[in-house]
């Protein structure tokens, strides 16, 4: 396929654009310096030209306590821009596989979120991002909104990078132990996302991630536990346990737990996903 990605210079985009393309689909990548989805009617300026089977869409604001100041920058890319994106795809009649977030739901809930479950969102980030499904789906009924969390992979630093520096920096390392969601590997999430754009012909919301659940601080120790297995030589293997009400620099609320149920992904792709301390496994091995 010829498919087109926004958002090719972000974590996500960047790993889609290479593994799809190595795959051999031909790729037209488009990070921020070539489309700036800020300004209005760049989005048909710099696409409606191009010639495309599929489009994704990894690009957004996703700094969530910038958001949370700078309300009308986040609601002209996370909503308004993909309105504009989802129609101009409806009218070129391709698919639009747009990248959401766990950060819609409000994290009352004590069990994986469902497609099916309300979303109330309690950040301008997340309610920016809820907006942008419901302006997807509104400008074709084709269109997919698939919402991931905790994204990691090898193309920019996350939280993994993060902990893993400091552990090989210092003797203690601290994280978030009262938050629960689900790590997503940008490689896994290359082959599952990819069946959507031409066998699958599934439409509206889709939950994507590896499976399980565990808190920043469990997601952060294991990876020490990895690296340690792995060769590397950190300098400790225990992540220490804070409070999310401790962090005293968040300006916007975050939900306590967004775990997303991969449940309806399996059933359509008919294979389960690995769990992410597979995933974690694998991608601080590789980092030797």
Excluded at 39 to 57: C, T, Y
Excluded at 106 to 125: C, F, H, L, N, Q
Aim: net charge negative; with cysteine; aromatic share 8%.
């Amino acid at each position: 396929m010829k498919i087109a990605i926004l958002g090719a210079g972000g974590r996500l985009g960047a790993a889609l654009a290479r593994t799809w393309k190595e795959a051999g689909d031909e790729v037209l990548a488009y990070a921020r310096a070539d489309i700036d989805l800020s300004k209005a009617g760049e989005i048909d300026r710099v696409l409606d030209p191009m010639s495309f089977d599929a489009l994704v869409n990894c690009a957004a604001l996703t700094n969530v306590d910038y958001c949370e100041t700078h309300e009308e920058e986040a609601m002209r890319i996370n909503a308004e821009a993909v309105r504009e994106i989802g129609a101009l795809c409806a009218r070129k009649k391709v698919r639009c596989l747009h990248i959401s977030t766990d950060y819609v739901f409000d994290g009352g809930k004590r069990d994986p979120y469902v497609e099916e479950d309300e979303a109330v969102a309690i950040s301008v980030y997340g309610e920016s991002k809820l907006r942008g499904e419901k302006a997807l789906l509104e400008s074709s009924a084709e269109h997919l909104a698939v919402r991931v969390s905790w994204v990691f992979g090898p193309d920019r630093p996350s939280f993994v990078d993060g902990v893993l520096k400091r552990a090989l920096e210092h003797e203690t390392a601290e994280a978030i132990g009262d938050k629960w969601s689900a790590p997503s590997y940008t490689l896994d999430l290359a082959a599952m996302l990819r069946p959507f754009l031409d066998e699958i012909r599934a439409s509206g919301l889709l939950h994507a991630s590896n499976g399980g659940e565990c808190t920043w601080r469990e997601y952060g120790e294991f990876a020490l536990e990895c690296a340690q297995r792995a060769g590397l030589p950190v300098k400790t293997t225990k992540v220490g346990s804070i409070p999310m009400a401790s962090m005293k620099a968040f300006v916007a609320k975050r939900p306590v737990y967004t775990v997303l149920s991969p449940a309806k992904l399996e059933q359509m792709t008919g294979r389960q996903v690995r769990s992410w301390k597979d995933a974690v496994e694998e991608y601080v091995g590789n980092m030797k």
